[in-house]
Antibody
Framework: QVQLVQSGAEVRKPGASVRLSCEAS????????MHWIRQAPGHGLEWMGLVNPSGGGTSYAAKFDDRITMTTDRSTRTAYMELRSLRSEDTALYYC??????????WGQGTVVTVSP | QSVLTQPPSVSAAPGQKVTISCSGSSSNIGDNYVSWYQQLPGTAPKFLIY???KRPSGIPDRFSGSKSGTSATLGITGLQTGDEADYYCGTWDNSLNAHVFGTGTKVTVL
């Protein structure tokens, strides 16, 4: 079935970087943009950006533009999101989600990132 | 800070109907399709409505979407205890060049 499986929880110190992965299965990976969305504890959904698996084009939310990189590996059907210069406010649950028909139809299970000294 | 405003909470008895509003502007809802998501406690969001009013396969017709101008609405009829969740609207914002989500609404079944 169509699914996105994300990598496991991460703990980082402030100033460090983290790279999360999102492995797709059950559909043609290159046909759908992959988006990354995060949710801080007790808060709503925040869009971070997107990557086009067919070509590698990206678009990032302005607040992350200088410290985020999204990539894909079509050979392993995996999307990656790297966030640098982490701070405590980056502690959140990070989701990858497939974009289809102007909506996010498939979501990963989420990866918890904790930023703590 | 979200550019789409939703009521923090709505509630109703089992079997009743609730509506959730999502207010935006001409640069987002006014010019792009709206989607809706249901997030049950401790789970990832679930695709509920797309292109303002269409339901993905498997979503019961108790859930409906509509849009007028710069506002969208999600309706849930025949409310069930399993509908207790947070609900989010979302759309693209042409000015921000970003996808934006609503502030979220918690539905409580009394």
């Amino acid at each position: 079935q169509v699914q996105l499986v994300q990598s496991g929880a991460e703990v980082r110190k402030p100033g460090a970087s983290v790279r999360l992965s999102c492995e797709a299965s059950g559909y043609t990976f290159g046909n759908y943009y992959m988006h990354w969305i995060r949710q801080a504890p007790g808060h709503g959904l925040e869009w971070m950006g997107l990557v086009n698996p067919s070509g590698g084009g990206t678009s990032y939310a302005a607040k992350f533009d200088d410290r985020i990189t999204m990539t894909t590996d079509r050979s392993t059907r995996t999307a990656y999101m790297e966030l640098r210069s982490l701070r405590s406010e980056d502690t959140a649950l990070y989701y990858c989600a497939r974009k289809k028909s102007d909506g996010f139809d498939i979501w990963g299970q989420g990866t918890v990132v904790t930023v703590s000294p | 800070q979200s550019v789409l405003t939703q009521p923090p909470s709505v509630s109703a008895a089992p079997g009743q109907k609730v509506t959730i509003s999502c207010s935006g502007s001409s640069s987002n809802i006014g010019d792009n399709y709206v989607s809706w998501y249901q997030q049950l406690p401790g789970t990832a969001p679930k695709f509920l409505i797309y292109e303002d009013k269409k339901r993905p396969s498997g979503i019961p017709d108790r859930f409906s979407g509509s849009k007028s101008g710069t506002s969208a609405t999600l309706g849930i009829t025949g409310l069930q205890t399993g509908d207790e969740a947070d609900y989010y609207c979302g759309t693209w914002d042409n000015s921000l060049n970003a996808h934006v989500f609503g502030t979220g609404t918690k539905v409580t079944v009394l």
